[in-house]
């Protein structure tokens, strides 16, 4: 069974120290105007953002060498292989900062370079810590693993595709991919946390 989770700008506070590090700031940096230019693109994103995820059980078997065996598909990942040794189930999910945010970015690009990456890298901390939140719900009363995301390690982006379709994120979040199985909203992720 899908289960959805949404939340809006005021119920996920965005880890300022997160988006310094993306920036390649340090955490005690100081400036007026930047700081300026940090509340303005935070304010802007807090209004634009609409946080929505979904997340779903699978079964989970280990095959010979690399293989793992889910209820949506098949595939080798000694990376993911080894984040899951010792659970019994993989939870899945998709999450995304929405459409909204795709559009406040593509304004900011024609307005203000440091907008744009300030609007960026708030963006990116703002889906991580929607993710905590997601994180926290799935785990709540379980023993489970650190998530792990397509992409890290040799855990191929190609695998994308089945792992939305289970969740019929395209439907329920409005997630799309291109044909290098990139997504759309931009600020979207999906992972796995194993559960022992």
Same mark, same amino acid.
């Given at each position: 069974?899908?289960k959805?989770?949404t939340?809006?700008?005021d119920?996920?506070?965005?880890n300022?120290?997160?988006?310094y590090?993306?920036?390649?700031?340090?955490?005690?940096?100081?400036n007026a105007?930047?700081?300026?230019?940090?509340?303005? %693109?935070l304010?802007?994103?807090?209004?634009?953002?609409f946080?929505? +995820?979904v997340?779903r059980?699978?079964s989970? !078997?280990f /095959?010979?060498?690399?293989?793992l065996f889910f209820d949506?598909?098949?595939?080798?990942s000694h990376?993911?292989?080894?984040?899951?040794e010792?659970?019994?189930?993989?939870?899945v999910?998709?999450?995304?900062a929405g459409i909204n945010?795709?559009r406040m970015?593509?304004?900011?690009r024609a307005?203000?370079?440091l907008k744009?990456?300030t609007a960026?890298?708030?963006?990116?901390?703002?889906?991580e %810590?929607f993710?905590d939140?997601i994180n926290?719900?799935i785990s709540e +009363?379980r023993?489970?693993?650190?998530?792990? !995301?397509? /992409?890290?390690?040799d855990?191929e982006?190609k695998?994308?595709?089945?792992?939305?379709?289970f969740l019929?994120?395209?439907k329920?979040?409005g997630i799309?991919l291109?044909e290098?199985?990139?997504?759309t909203?931009?600020?979207s992720?999906?992972?796995?946390?194993?559960?022992?």
């Amino acid at each position: 069974m899908i289960k959805l989770i949404t939340c809006t700008g005021d119920e996920i506070c965005v880890n300022k120290d997160e988006a310094y590090r993306y920036m390649g700031l340090c955490r005690d940096y100081s400036n007026a105007e930047f700081e300026r230019i940090y509340g303005e %693109c935070l304010g802007e994103y807090r209004k634009n953002v609409f946080y929505k +995820g979904v997340y779903r059980e699978s079964s989970l !078997s280990f /095959g010979e060498g690399d293989e793992l065996f889910f209820d949506f598909c098949s595939f080798k990942s000694h990376a993911l292989k080894k984040n899951l040794e010792g659970c019994s189930s993989v939870v899945v999910f998709a999450a995304t900062a929405g459409i909204n945010i795709d559009r406040m970015l593509l304004k900011y690009r024609a307005l203000s370079l440091l907008k744009l990456m300030t609007a960026d890298c708030i963006a990116s901390s703002g889906i991580e %810590c929607f993710c905590d939140r997601i994180n926290g719900i799935i785990s709540e +009363g379980r023993e489970t693993k650190p998530r792990f !995301s397509l /992409g890290y390690g040799d855990t191929e982006l190609k695998y994308q595709s089945d792992l939305l379709r289970f969740l019929d994120a395209e439907k329920t979040l409005g997630i799309t991919l291109n044909e290098f199985m990139m997504m759309t909203p931009k600020k979207s992720v999906t992972a796995f946390i194993g559960v022992k």
